[in-house]
């Protein structure tokens, strides 16, 4: 299983979401996600990890070097293996990419 973390707009509100999916398949779920934002999913920052500690206090999530979704969901799903493989940002710890609640 893997956590997406990505913003998408609610009632006019943007809003964080963090769905759990399958491994294989984090793309198909983000495009789902976005598919109504403005634009739909393409040039949307995205994060993906196999679990997020302290998923519950998750506020917030920084966009510089997170993944970007591309045209489609085998282009996305490309990128989302390569940074699964070898990850560039982490959810916490002193340079992670999460907000989390005080």
Excluded: R
């Excluded at 996305?76 to 959810?91: E, R």
């Amino acid at each position: 299983m893997s956590k997406l973390v990505l913003e998408k707009t609610v009632n006019g509100e943007t809003v964080l979401v963090t769905p759990t999916c399958y491994s294989g398949v984090e793309a198909i779920a983000a495009h789902q996600q976005l598919k109504n934002e403005v634009g739909g999913a393409p040039g949307k920052p995205i994060w993906v990890w196999n679990t997020i500690p302290n998923i519950s206090q998750v506020v917030g999530m920084l966009t510089t070097g997170a993944i970007i979704c591309q045209t489609t969901a085998a282009q996305t799903q490309v990128l989302i293996d390569a940074f699964k493989a070898n990850p560039t940002a982490q959810p916490d710890g002193p340079d992670g990419v999460l907000i989390y609640a005080e």
